[in-house]
């Protein structure tokens, strides 16, 4: 294609010899009735039944994609599109391939990502198991819409169409059906225009059954979704444990307590220790994954997070936790002493209450250390603040130079919502 091209059509293609023709043609109809120089890109994933002579017959451009999966097949025909826009869709004859207006209309109009909405658009009998339909796609775009504060209704949907420079420039990595979700996080995180159309699917045109596994790809797909929200997957969770683990062992460190028939002693009390440490941990993690995620350009840069990691120094790190370990042995120290006060006989129940307390701080201040050591780690190769103009920059980036922009917040959901508008 030359320069000219404004619309490329990617359809990724793995064994589609009975629709692949038929969704060339109503893509290259479409293109015509609406007067666009497009093309069509069939990215085929290893067919083994002439798909590729099939698509090259039918005028569709073939592109053969050695790595396998649903987004390999997809980043290459993306990368290898050559029009402005792209329109990605199944060549299962699902997708409304013979309605192209609505997406490049928002294209056009400067749109970045425009997601086709099935919902809204129509979903005709049968195209779409129940399971999908009621629980499996709605969950999913929930999870999308709370973790990442995407206004997108249809998740999933594998009808869109982007600014094909805008897509690449991204650098999604994924390479099974995950792709789809890797696809509007990018975005969301890296502020895209985001809009969505309405678009219908019908019954796909295929004998055989779908590639889509519906649990394992569903997993998939929520995997890729916490991978990217360290806060959801870690934090809150983390805040929950250490809050309420806190609660519980400081109201039990003063003695048991009965609620109606229920005594909450010191067993209660060494849960609440282990959900403290295991909070902890989690609160590490989270912090540790949310630097090194930004340092390797997954996440943009947060200032709250560079804020604390810049107060959170190694030495801080492991002076507090070094001061906690020793408050830790003092309380077993004393704890000692007073069963050498009874002949180290039987322990009472109290008498746990302070070991308890010991070896909480000891273990508390072993994950501070561990924690500060891992963040120390993320920040290698980073100028200390004042030198080269500014903190945080890795060596030879001056202060004219493009870094990554960072957001408000620890987190894509604490940054401003991606702008976005539903044509609907």
């Known amino acids: 294609m030359t320069a000219t091209c404004e619309l490329s059509i990617v359809l990724p293609c793995l064994n589609e010899a009975e629709t692949l023709a038929t969704c060339i043609g109503k893509a290259r109809a479409s293109l015509a009735r609406l007067g666009v120089a497009g093309e069509v890109v069939v990215a085929d994933?290893?067919?083994?039944?002439?798909?590729?002579?099939?698509?090259?017959?039918?005028?569709?451009?073939?592109?053969?994609?050695?790595?396998?999966?649903?987004?390999?097949?997809?980043?290459?025909?993306?990368?290898?599109?050559?029009?402005?826009?792209?329109?990605?869709?199944?060549?299962?004859?699902?997708?409304?391939?013979?309605d192209l207006e609505p997406f490049l209309q928002a294209l056009r109009g400067g749109a970045d990502l425009v997601m086709g909405d099935r919902f809204k658009g129509g979903i005709e009998p049968g195209a779409m198991p129940a399971l999908h339909r009621y629980l499996g796609n709605p969950v999913l775009s929930f999870v999308g819409r709370l973790f990442f504060r995407v206004p997108i209704h249809d998740f999933h949907c594998g009808m869109r169409g982007f600014r094909r420079d805008r897509i690449v420039g991204l650098g999604l990595r994924t390479t099974g059906m995950e792709f789809a979700s890797e696809m509007v996080v990018?975005?969301?995180?890296?502020?895209?225009?985001?809009?969505?159309?309405?678009?219908v699917l019908r019954p796909d045109g295929r004998s055989r059954a779908p590639h889509l596994r519906t649990w394992r790809d569903g997993w998939r797909h929520l995997r890729f979704l916490l991978a990217f929200s360290p806060r959801w997957l870690f934090f809150y969770p983390a805040l929950v444990l250490v809050l309420g683990g806190t609660l519980a062992f400081g109201v039990l460190a003063f003695g048991s307590?009965?609620?109606?028939?229920?005594?909450?002693?010191?067993?209660?009390?060494?849960?609440?220790?282990?959900?403290?440490?295991?909070?902890?941990?989690a609160a590490g993690v989270a912090l540790v994954s949310r630097a090194y995620a930004s340092r390797l350009?997954?996440?943009?840069?947060?200032?709250?997070?560079?804020?604390?990691?810049?107060?959170?120094?190694?030495?801080w790190g492991l002076v507090v936790g070094a001061l906690l370990g020793v408050g830790g042995a003092a309380s077993f120290v004393v704890a000692v002493l007073r069963w050498r006060q009874t002949g180290f006989g039987d322990l009472a129940t109290d008498d746990m209450r302070l070991p308890l307390a010991g070896m909480l701080?000891?273990?508390?201040?072993?994950?501070?250390?561990?924690?500060?050591?891992?963040?120390?780690?993320?920040?290698?190769g980073d100028v200390p603040a004042g030198a080269d103009g500014a903190a945080?920059?890795?060596?030879?980036?001056?202060?004219?130079?493009?870094?990554?922009?960072?957001?408000?917040?620890?987190?894509?959901?604490?940054?401003?919502?991606?702008?976005?508008?539903?044509?609907?």
Not at 191 to 199: D, F, M, S, W
Not at 299 to 315: A, G, K, Q, W, Y
Not at 371 to 378: A, G, I, R
Not at 403 to 418: I, L, M, N, Q
């Open 45 to 98: 994933n290893g067919s083994t039944d002439g798909s590729q002579e099939i698509a090259a017959a039918a005028g569709a451009r073939v592109v053969d994609v050695p790595e396998r999966g649903y987004g390999a097949a997809l980043r290459h025909g993306i990368d290898a599109a050559a029009g402005e826009f792209v329109i990605m869709a199944d060549a299962d004859d699902s997708y409304a391939l013979d």
């Open 186 to 199: 990018r975005s969301a995180v890296a502020g895209l225009t985001i809009r969505e159309v309405p678009t």
């Open 257 to 281: 307590v009965s609620v109606g028939d229920l005594d909450f002693d010191v067993q209660t009390m060494t849960a609440a220790a282990a959900a403290i440490v295991v909070g902890l941990q």
């Open 297 to 315: 350009g997954l996440l943009p840069r947060s200032h709250r997070v560079e804020h604390l990691i810049d107060r959170f120094t190694l030495e």
């Open 361 to 380: 701080l000891v273990v508390a201040g072993a994950q501070l250390m561990f924690v500060s050591f891992m963040l120390s780690l993320t920040r290698i």
């Open 392 to 424: 945080g920059r890795p060596p030879g980036l001056h202060a004219a130079e493009p870094v990554a922009e960072p957001v408000a917040g620890d987190d894509p959901g604490d940054r401003p919502a991606p702008r976005a508008a539903s044509h609907r």
